[in-house]
């Protein structure tokens, strides 16, 4: 193991440094090796490497780095800590490596590609930031029995590989070689390279790289404009033409080869704009428009954009709040590409296919290394494609594990040159910035609910006569930095004084004095520091578990509110109603328009209502008003803006937060669950946090509304506090719009496990499929989807209501419990009045189709998806006959 601890290191360091500090003219030489600038905020491991090579790279006339001159003339009175510490940075080289093998929070395995050694290094942090076949330019230096990184750490991108790699190579190359039985020394000369490799690897993310197409033409964006006398007949025009795709009301897309976009047109009044990202392919849009509009339009102006560029390499990516979904789906695809491209041939390869190529030596590492380019870039976006990537690496025989000799990879005699970027853009406008917009961020409570939870084993209690220590934070106290607060509790269940602290040990003394005569136990973290004052560890017992939580949920809220005291048992009841509350996720039923009645008795009475919040992906929690209509009040008022305020109902809401993160883990150890809970009470327009009678109501509702399921009509639970008591009766939506079936049936069962037939049935079960047949009942209410902001949207919206309405009605008359209608219009009735009045509507016109013209057909519909298609929107949903008509469709 190392000799010496962090704080041991950064003590060392910094007495290394000013050691150099003490040699101006060396430090200035070596800062003479590197450029004379850069960008400290966009190249901070520029710093860290001039440091590096400033302190332990750059050698003096005798070949002595300024960690080897410490070492000789101070190495006597050193510490045994300090002088190895010296002699490890005196042994430190830098190279570029490639992670072959990543062992979360314990290290790595790289491979060293300009000396070709394999080392295997103790590392936590880089861990969680770099995968399998990454690329990294660092320091790296030995301690007594293993291998740690040091200096500045730089991600190369993949493409740009052979741009370093081989650059790197040939300089080493250039100078005198040690034999290859001298490791150190064979070190010490890629040490030398470090302002060159640093040097290079900012040259190429700094160089501007011009953006071309497929066809080697500049990317501009470039405008056209035309006067028009008809609108109608050149949009009747352009939709009749096979170039011209309709994305919206007077928008249409310029489609070229391979499904490329070329450009798009908008119709606004007797306006005409054609929008390429090319001024040669305006051109042909240009004659494209005045061959197919002749007389109807006019040419009036031309907008001609800069060329495009872009730095370094970029990256394919996505927001780092992507849904997980979403970054499966995008490694799944790119992995799939991967293998297209491989069955169909390479261009740089001559066309050659995968399979071909393998059988040669030099092909066989082109497309190794072609395969780990591709998996690096899916790797950081998920694992979802793992299992494809191992069955590539079989197909053609290869293994990951493979190590082929870097000679036979590395075969450029010099390093190539920075190459245009081609790319098509399948967008409708050139963006000033090519990422994704970011969506709603998942939060960690969300991921975890999802999981089985863990349980853990009891730990014992107390015996009478001991205390058990624990931490809170460290907590962020402004000005004054960060502290800790050290809370002790006794087997008696008394809490001792806090002590606020910013180490361990002076925290632990301070509950140690004036308790000798108890037996000290603490948490497993404090261990170390507590064993001089008398404290082992030993598991937290669950009673001092849950109090923790309650404590930090205490001094959080009054971080807020000071002197808002709240007992722990109400807390407690607050956290296991809302960690309840995560694990049901209403918010994936029902959205904060569908409305709850709530009936309310006991130590707070009267009928309120509730929204959810969650739909959406960004506050998660409800919100409970007052009075009757506020929910509506609220849509009807808008957002503030300009100087206008918005009146706030009367409510008490509850939001699900993960931060901080000092109070996130008290809270997890006792539920499972990620999150802090906070209660706000609104009243006149004036938010406060909630009191105790407050926080058992929200509690009581949360526990209610956990336990809500959309088929059943209302749900009563009852919960006591100490004097506190509180009924709650809730009466539950329809959730009508999430195109899903609600109803006590389980239709999958249904749909896999019918029943024989046991007599002929009276009449004949529809043939057309219930996808053709819910476009067919949904007509009326169709009519302005394809002229919304977003057409896939609105058409699921409709659809799913119209499934809704259909499902009711066929409830209504084959199955036993009636009503399925009633309820329906009883939720679009408490809607907000700007939806409501047109959905109300909607659905009583479908409501009629459907007993009018579709009486006769008894399927419950479910599962409805919106797919996109290359020309048009589809329809995906499943159909089971209800079993009430069994009998007369199917002979049951």
């Not at 704080?7 to 500090?21: E, K, Y």
């Not at 071309?212 to 025009?237: G, Q, S, W, Y």
């Not at 999802?450 to 000005?479: C, H, M, N, S, T």
Request: net charge negative; proline share 7%; glycine share 6%.
């Amino acid at each position: 193991m190392a000799t010496w601890s962090p704080t041991a290191f950064v003590r060392g360091l910094a007495s290394l440094r000013a050691f150099a500090n003490a040699e101006p003219e060396l430090s200035a030489s070596a800062r003479a090796d590197f450029p004379t600038t850069w960008t400290d905020e966009q190249f901070p491991w520029m710093n860290a490497t001039l440091m590096a090579w400033t302190l332990h790279g750059r050698e003096d006339a005798e070949g002595r780095t300024a960690a080897d001159r410490q070492l000789l003339r101070e190495g006597q009175r050193l510490s045994r800590a300090e002088r190895g510490l010296l002699s490890a940075l005196a042994a430190s080289w830098c190279s570029v490596f490639e992670v072959e093998e990543v062992r979360l929070g314990q290290g790595l395995r790289l491979r060293d590609l300009v000396l070709d050694e394999v080392l295997e290094v103790k590392e936590r942090s880089l861990t969680t930031q770099v995968t399998r076949y990454d690329l990294i330019a660092s320091w790296v230096m030995p301690t007594e029995d293993h291998l740690e990184l040091v200096g500045g750490i730089v991600s190369i991108p993949r493409p740009l590989r052979e741009h370093v790699v081989v650059a790197a190579r040939h300089a080493f190359a250039t100078h005198q070689q040690p034999p290859a039985d001298d490791v150190p020394g064979r070190r010490r000369q890629a040490r030398r390279l470090a302002p060159f490799l640093f040097t290079r690897v900012l040259e190429l993310l700094t160089t501007e790289r011009p953006l071309l197409n497929f066809e080697d033409e500049p990317l501009r964006l470039c405008t056209a404009r035309f006067r028009i006398r008809h609108p109608a007949k050149v949009e009747e025009r352009l939709r009749r033409h096979d170039g011209f795709t309709r994305e919206g009301k007077g928008l249409y897309n310029w489609e070229g080869p391979r499904a490329a976009v070329w450009g798009s047109l908008t119709v606004e009044g007797k306006v005409l704009v054609l929008t390429t990202y090319s001024a040669q392919r305006l051109e042909k849009g240009k004659a494209l428009l005045e061959e197919l509009l002749g007389a109807e339009a006019e040419h009036e102006e031309d907008t001609l954009g800069p060329e495009k560029s872009v730095r370094g390499e970029p990256a394919r990516a996505l927001p780092d709040d992507a849904p997980p979904q979403l970054a499966d789906a995008f490694a799944l695809t790119l992995a799939q590409r991967a293998r297209e491209e491989l069955a169909r041939g390479i261009p740089a390869w001559g066309g050659r296919s995968a399979s071909d190529l393998v059988r040669s030596t030099e092909g066989r590492a082109q497309v190794l290394e072609w395969l780990k380019d591709w998996e690096s870039q899916v790797s950081h976006l998920s694992d979802a494609a793992d299992l494809l990537w191992d069955d590539l690496y079989a197909e053609l025989g290869l293994s990951r594990d493979e190590r082929i000799p870097l000679t036979q990879v590395y075969t450029s005699k010099e390093a190539p040159s920075l190459e245009p970027i081609r790319a098509e853009l399948t967008t409708t406008e050139l963006p000033e910035d090519l990422s994704l917009e970011p969506l709603p961020r998942r939060r960690a409570f969300q991921d975890a609910a999802q999981r089985k939870p863990r349980r853990k084993p009891p730990a014992p209690e107390l015996e009478p006569g001991a205390l058990y220590a624990f931490k809170l934070g460290p907590i962020d106290v402004g000005v004054d930095g960060r502290t800790s607060i050290y809370v002790a509790v006794t087997s008696e269940g008394e809490a001792l004084p806090p002590v606020f602290e910013r180490r361990d040990a002076k925290g632990l003394e301070g509950l140690a004095r004036d308790n000798a005569e108890l037996k000290r136990y603490c948490e497993s973290r404090l261990a170390r520091a507590g064993a001089a004052h008398g404290f082992a560890s030993r598991p937290m017992p669950d009673s001092v578990t849950r109090f923790r939580a309650a404590l930090a949920l205490q001094m959080h809220w009054a971080s807020v509110e000071p002197g808002l005291m709240v007992m722990p048992e109400v807390t407690e009841a607050l956290l296991d109603a809302t960690a309840a509350l995560i694990r049901a996720e209403p918010w994936e039923e029902w959205t904060n328009e569908e409305v709850f009645t709530v009936h309310l008795e006991g130590a707070v009475r009267g009928t309120r209502e509730l929204s959810v919040m969650g739909s959406g992906g960004s506050e998660f929690g409800f919100a409970l008003f007052d009075r009757a209509g506020s929910v509506e009040r609220m849509s009807m008022s808008g957002l503030p803006g300009g100087n206008v305020d918005v009146l706030i109902p009367d409510s008490l809401g509850v939001t699900l937060e993960d931060a901080p993160d000092w109070v996130v883990k008290t809270v997890k150890d006792v539920t499972g669950l990620p999150f802090v809970p906070d209660v706000m009470r609104v009243q006149r327009n004036t938010p406060r946090l909630g009191n105790a009678e407050e926080l058992v109501l929200a509690a009581a509702v949360a526990q209610a509304l956990a336990l809500a399921r959309p088929e059943e009509r209302e749900v009563d639970v009852e919960l006591k506090v100490g004097d506190l008591q509180v009924r709650v009766r809730l009466e539950i939506p329809l959730p009508l719009l999430t195109g899903s079936y609600v109803g006590k049936l389980d239709l999958l069962s249904l749909a896999t496990r019918r029943p024989k037939a046991s007599h002929a049935p009276t009449r004949s079960l529809p043939t057309k499929k219930v996808s053709e047949t819910l476009l067919e009942f949904a007509k009326p209410v169709l009519d302005d989807v394809e002229d919304s902001e977003d057409p896939q949207a609105e058409l699921f919206t409709c659809l799913a209501l119209a499934l809704s309405a259909w499902n009711a009605v066929v409830q209504d008359t084959w199955e036993p419990e009636k009503g399925w209608v009633e309820r329906a219009r009883a939720t679009l009735t408490r809607m907000p009045r700007d939806v409501r009045e047109m959905m109300l509507h909607d659905f009583e016109l479908l409501v009629e189709r459907k007993r009018r013209h579709f009486a006769d057909d008894p399927r419950l519909l479910d599962a409805l998806d919106i797919v996109q298609r290359p020309d048009d929107l589809g329809v995906r949903l499943a159909g089971v006959v209800t079993p009430g008509a069994w009998s007369e469709f199917v002979g049951v």
